[in-house]
């Protein structure tokens, strides 16, 4: 049975003097659909005697609805189904899967604000963020619906009038397994390039934020598409196993850690099953002192505090060049001081809450850690309880810059996935290349000068898949994103990554006689 539950939005009050916080709902309640699975078409109970499993609203620390995780007889359905409508959208031209990706990228637009409110309620991320986010995921889908009609093969001339081409074919069910900080913008990213090449997809979102990529698979049947075509099964581990595992299904993409992405790989190689693995990262961002500087605190304050903190490409080694980092610190210090914390269903909020308790002490213990190595705590890194009571069991903190950082502490070396900043100091190019590229992750980097020799003279030695100059975290859906090393393999977005939703077989037509050694 579908229920929806209402969950009460914090609304500004009636009579809020003017220029007071703006909030952005206008409505007293957001419904909260169940169940949150979803597959042949139609939200789906699990048949199966799971334990239901709590999921949370960051902001305020009460509980959101409850989600029920997928079992074998779950994820075989949902793959059933696939695998029923992959033979159907396969044998559709490109123009006709395009047009059922564009009205589904209408829709997107035309419930904007409800998807990116829900998105807000479900991660904790400021709604300003999350219409981003929402505008990103459609975007990608009107891209790769412009990319379906142009699919071809190749014509290779041979000898004698005989002659070869290639097809670029359909994989058939791809999975999808997301994290919990884009929900429904991965959810787009991975499903748009899938449908396009004529696949269809099982998506298995973060059990952290389950609720935006059912509402984007309802969107995906009303716009059109079969049955079955992009279906949704919710659960952790067990059920991310049984995808991977699954003899129907021919690839997995995956976002999320490193050690999780292994064992994504390690579970696809037993069927031989390509994997597109987006991971983490311990991104370096070099600033060098003929950059300029307000540019360079933006770009600093981008790379490290979007979506609190919680992005796998941040830049979270600040590399400052010696002669300008007084300078560079009091600035950077004073603007992350300035940061608005607080209900991310205001206009006016920045920074909202962390995704989960367990994340916000992981943080904050990192903080700790840093302290005891000797790093400076120069602003922040402390929990923050926002002045209204109903957010006072939120999972908030004051986004954290840290100074007198070295390359062994493990705030630098490790991965934190928060608001949390590390400044270290260089003299040189060559030794900041140098310390740069000391990681086993290599999924971004940024450089900030004014020198554009210098510029592209670095990026080209940084190991790194996806690099910025003058800039950072900006990711246009036509330009692929990945990384290097340990931070993945494959790429999303872009046209490259048609190749990696598709397989090129190779016809040989013979136009004479058959000459034969035998």
Known sequence: MIQRLAVSLRRRPAAAPLGAAVRCVSSASVNVTVPLNFWAGKRRTSQENCNKENVYEPATGRILCHLEPCGAVDVNQAVKA????????????????????????????SRREEIAEMEVVNNGKSITEARLDVDSGRLCIEYYAGLASTLA?????????????????????????????????????????????GNSMVFKPSPVTPVTAVMLAEIYTKAGAPEGLFNVVQGSQETGSLLCHHPDVAKVSFTGSVPTGKKIMEMASKGVKPVTLELG????????????????????????????????????????????????????????????????????????????????????????????????????????VPSDPRLKGGYYMTPCVLGDCTDEMTCVKEEIFGP??????????????????NTTMG????????????????????????????????????????????????????????????????????????????
């Open 153 to 197: 093969g190749q014509h290779v001339q041979l000898p004698g009038g005989s002659f070869a081409y290639t097809r670029r074919e359909p994989l058939g069910v791809c999975v999808g397994i997301g994290a919990w900080n884009y929900p429904f913008q991965i959810a787009s990213w991975k499903s748009a390039p899938a449908l396009a090449c």
């Open 420 to 437: 949390v900043m590390s400044l270290l100091s260089f003299e040189t190019e060559e030794e900041v290349l140098q310390r740069a590229n």
């Open 443 to 518: 999924l971004a980097a940024g450089v900030f000068t004014r020198d554009v020799r210098r510029a592209h003279r670095v990026v080209e030695q940084i190991k790194a898949g996806s690099c910025f100059i003058n800039n950072y975290n900006i990711t246009p859906v036509e330009v692929p994103f990945g990384g290097f090393k340990m931070s993945g393999i494959g790429r999303e977005n872009g046209q490259v990554t048609i190749e990696y939703y598709s397989q090129l077989k190779t016809v040989f037509v013979e136009m004479g006689d058959v000459d034969s050694l035998f």
């Open 82 to 109: 696939a695998k029923s409508a992959f033979g159907h959208w396969s044998k559709m031209s490109g123009m006709e899967r395009a047009r059922i990706m564009i009205e589904a990228a209408h829709i997107i637009e």
């Open 281 to 384: 990262g311990k991104s370096p961002l070099l600033i060098f002192q003929d950059c300029d500087l307000e540019n360079a605190v933006r770009g600093a304050l981008m790379a490290n505090f979007l979506s609190q903190g919680q992005v796998c490409s941040n830049g979270t080694r600040v590399f400052v060049q010696k002669n300008i980092l007084p300078e560079f610190v009091e600035e950077i210090v004073k603007r992350t001081q300035a940061i608005e914390i607080g209900d991310p269903l205001l206009e006016s909020t920045r920074m909202g809450a962390l995704v989960s308790q367990p994340h916000l002490e992981k943080v904050l213990s990192f903080v700790d850690q840093a302290k005891k190595e000797g790093a400076r705590v120069l602003c922040g890194g402390e929990r923050f």
